[in-house]
């Protein structure tokens, strides 16, 4: 509907001093990449504090093209809001002429809906040579809206308006635009450094790994099963999740690693109830090894404290022994509730929901242990002939996807 252009904003970008730049540019890539990887391209470029988005000839954009660019949007971390726009001479008959246009168009399908319809006008104006402020430019749109559309269906509300016009004029031109659509926020994916992620396929590790790459980590992931102990499904669910969470980066790695031989000789030589501890603290020595491999200075985990036995403080403390590498959890401090609400809107939720055999639960004990000490742990593993030799073998022989 007469947009040519895609004005997006971005927030935590700002706040950085002489690395601005290189976030920009991150950010202007990834938008690239993810429009490349959703089937189209456009070009994408950085205007003074924004990013700007238009079709190759300057030509409209379709209701679908809009509708395609808004879902890769929303999920393209970095991304503040973003809003549909025209790019127009800056001059206040222009833009005046252009809001007699739009605003009956606009109005029309929510007074098909509502009796009486909120509205804002907003401005900014970074071209200081403009003859008029930002507060004169809102009333004079404002002015323009309301003599072309019923006014007395219309409420100013300026918190919270079912349409914002708004409008920057910049020194080479000025924007008018319709609405803001909110993006994920956060840093823009490859702005920080990568981690691997012990990935299950169940509701928490997903969430994790969202809030990991909102923080600009890209992230691969290791996920552990025990075939043929678990089925072709528990393997099928975590690459369709895996694939589901590239959608937000350029494209982690998917590592699938058999934990049985590991998991047998735990079964043979370890006390029952420190199973679960034993074989997270080998899941965790193997994720280590693929990340140094491919250079990855960060594990992450869906762990969040009393979820389950092997989430006790005590517990975690002694399966973080298993390596000197850093391991996020940002789950930590989370509760079911709020991770579910989070899958939902990322839409892992459905995906993860589905119940199949897990890796961890083979062989694993009737009562699994709430506390432990290194020390302790650290002697049952003793008990294992070639521990080390197991667990890079099992690293080794991981299945890249
Ligand atoms: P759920 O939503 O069922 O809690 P979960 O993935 O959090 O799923 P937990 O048993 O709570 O499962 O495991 C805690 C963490 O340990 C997971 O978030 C994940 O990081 C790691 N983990 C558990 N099982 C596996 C596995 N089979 N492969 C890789 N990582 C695993
Ligand atoms: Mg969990």
């Known amino acids: 509907m007469m947009f040519n252009s895609i004005l997006c904003r971005y927030h935590e970008i700002a706040t950085k001093g002489n690395n601005r730049i290189m976030f920009e540019r991150c950010l202007v890539d990834n938008?690239?990449?993810?429009?490349?990887k959703a089937g189209f391209d456009y070009p994408v470029r950085r205007v003074r504090g924004r990013i700007w988005i238009e079709k190759k000839d300057g030509a409209l954009f379709d209701a679908e093209e809009l509708m395609n660019i808004s879902e890769v949007l929303q999920r393209t971390f970095g991304i503040e809001s973003f809003s549909p726009a025209i790019k127009l001479e800056p001059s206040m008959d222009v833009l005046e002429a252009k809001v007699k246009e739009l605003a009956p168009v606009v109005f029309e399908e929510f007074f098909q809906k509502y009796s009486n319809?909120?509205?804002?006008?907003?401005?900014?104006?970074?071209?200081?040579?403009?003859?008029?402020?930002?507060?004169?430019?809102?009333?004079?749109?404002?002015?323009?809206?309301?003599?072309?559309?019923?006014?007395?269906?219309l409420t100013v509300n300026l918190d919270e308006a079912m349409v914002t016009f708004g409008c920057e004029v910049r020194d080479e031109f000025a924007l008018l635009f319709l609405n803001e659509t909110k993006g994920p926020g956060g840093l823009p994916v490859g702005s920080n450094e990568g981690a691997v992620a012990l990935f299950s396929?169940?509701?928490?590790?997903?969430?994790?790994?969202?809030?990991?790459?909102?923080?600009?980590?890209?992230?691969?992931?290791?996920?552990?099963?025990?075939?043929?102990?678990?089925?072709?499904?528990?393997?099928?669910?975590?690459?369709?999740?895996?694939?589901?969470?590239?959608?937000?980066?350029?494209?982690?790695?998917?590592?699938?690693?058999?934990?049985?031989?590991?998991?047998?000789?735990?079964?043979?030589?370890?006390?029952p109830k420190?199973?679960?501890?034993?074989?997270?603290?080998?899941?965790?020595?193997?994720?280590?090894?693929?990340?140094?491999?491919?250079?990855?200075?960060?594990?992450?985990?869906?762990?969040?404290?009393?979820q389950v036995a092997s989430q006790t403080l005590q517990n975690m403390r002694t399966i973080d022994a298993a390596t000197p590498m850093l391991v996020l959890r940002p789950l930590v401090g989370m509760d079911k509730m709020e991770t579910i609400r989070i899958a939902e809107k990322i839409g892992t939720f459905a995906l993860s929901n589905v119940q199949v055999p897990d890796s961890c639960t083979v062989f694993s004990p009737s009562q699994a242990a709430t506390t432990s000490d290194i020390a302790t742990i650290e002697a049952e593993e003793a008990l294992i002939p070639d521990y080390e030799a197991i667990l890079t073998e099992i690293a080794e022989s991981a299945e890249k996807i």
């Open 201 to 271: 396929g169940g509701i928490d590790s997903p969430v994790a790994c969202y809030m990991t790459m909102k923080r600009g980590c890209p992230v691969d992931f290791v996920a552990f099963h025990s075939n043929p102990y678990t089925p072709q499904e528990t393997t099928d669910k975590i690459k369709r999740i895996a694939d589901h969470m590239n959608l937000f980066q350029r494209g982690g790695k998917l590592f699938l690693c058999n934990l049985v031989e590991f998991q047998k000789r735990v079964r043979d030589y370890c006390t």
């Open 117 to 153: 319809v909120t509205f804002r006008v907003r401005a900014r104006r970074s071209n200081k040579q403009f003859p008029l402020c930002s507060k004169d430019i809102e009333i004079r749109l404002a002015d323009a809206l309301t003599s072309v559309v019923d006014e007395d269906r």
């Open 31 to 36: 938008i690239h990449c993810l429009f490349k």
């Open 274 to 306: 420190y199973r679960t501890i034993l074989y997270r603290r080998g899941m965790l020595r193997i994720a280590e090894k693929i990340a140094n491999k491919y250079h990855r200075i960060a594990l992450l985990t869906g762990d969040s404290v009393g």
